[in-house]
């Protein structure tokens, strides 16, 4: 398992063996919050800061801990309602009913935040994504729960399942817009997570959480989001408030070209709430910067294959690397190329065979599985004659060098 000298830029990396995960939600980032920067707290009771495109944890705080949450499950009934669009199986200019149930529940007789659908109107699809997530409607998030699932118990149960199918095991849905419920349940972490998702799978839709204001029924409302009227670069997601587990948000913004995720729950007031996530972005913008390592589908090292038709195959990533680290720290990275090896012939395509470790001085960040390039088949006799004379004399040395 020797060390392989690989450049990134002017920056020399060493690797030793490689782990990359592609998914969304599998990044592995390395030992907690990025360390070595200015500290900072936070009055919220829980609290994520996460680096959208890498999944670097920037800050947390309870982040793993279970928590109500409130209006904030709306973000997951969005996403089932993205999902369903973008599986085809309905569209924005579709109608979803207004039932009795919805308005008695969610609309204007309820008392609580709601898009003033009238009982009986058939509502496009497209406003009542507005209405869910710019008003918070609660009319809005049980319309969507019926027309998708039939009642919105239905849909709950579809809520966490969907959760389990992105890797939120510790979500539990039990209605679809967020009412108190003592089996209802997440994490801090998890809707982090959530957000990523949504933004990176339905740029699209994601537009809808950006809108200032929106007007239905002759009645204009201001979003929610208190983010969105500050000069940060915010442009969603979603805020959240019950009376047993205080304010919450989920918030995005970007500020030259970095995007930046902020979840902050239990926060004793709606000023506070707003004031904790405008801390928590600014402290990321001013604090953190994003490293571009290896392109989506640039060969990031190679590893021998004994006997194989070719001596090396090359390993890619399933997406481009990325690490966020303390501004001015680039000269401190470091990688190591980790693998059992040399590896054995026949190595298929897509084959993972080892890890990229990247490292900031002495600490490990961020571990990335590598997978081969191409296939490699056996080689012919001489082949494997050579490189058993070769493996022979290594054998021998390495005798040599133990005396």
Known sequence: MGAIVISLSRTTLIFRQPIFLATVLCLCWLGGPAHGVET????????VLMDEQSGTILYEKNARSLMLPASLAKLMTAEVLFHEI??????????????????????????????????HSHVRIADLISGLVVLSGNDAAIAIAEGV????QAFAEL?????????????????????????????????????????????DLY????????????????????????????????TGNLEESGFGLVGSAVQNGERLIVVINGAPTGKDRANEGRKLLEFGFRSFEGQDLFPEGAVVASANVYG????????????????VTQRGARE???????????????????????ILRVSEGEAPILDVPLFAAESVGKGGLTRQAEDALLEAGGNAVRRLLKR
């Open 207 to 238: 537009k809808f959480f950006g809108q200032k204001e929106f007007t239905w029924n002759k009645l204009r409302q201001l979003n929610r989001n208190p983010l969105l009227t500050m000069d940060i670069g915010a442009d969603g997601l979603k």
């Open 149 to 152: 699932a039939g009642t919105e």
């Open 308 to 323: 194989g038709e070719k001596s090396t195959v090359d390993l890619r990533a399933q997406g481009p690397i990325r690490v």
């Open 40 to 47: 900072i707290q936070t009055t919220a009771q829980q609290a």
């Open 332 to 354: 401190k990275l470091s990688a190591k190329l980790i693998y059992d090896g040399p590896l054995v012939p026949p190595v298929s395509a897509g084959t993972r065979v080892g």
């Open 86 to 119: 973008k599986e085809g199986r309905f569209s924005l200019d579709q109608e979803f009913v207004i039932s009795e149930n919805a308005w008695r529940k969610g609309g204007a007789p309820s008392g609580g935040s709601t898009m003033f659908a009238v009982i």
């Open 159 to 203: 809520m966490t399942r969907r959760a389990r199918e992105l890797g939120l095991n510790a979500s539990v849905f039990k209605n679809a817009s967020g009412a108190d419920d003592p089996e209802q349940h997440t994490t801090a972490l998890e809707l982090a997570l959530l957000a990523r998702h949504i933004i990176q799978t339905y740029p």
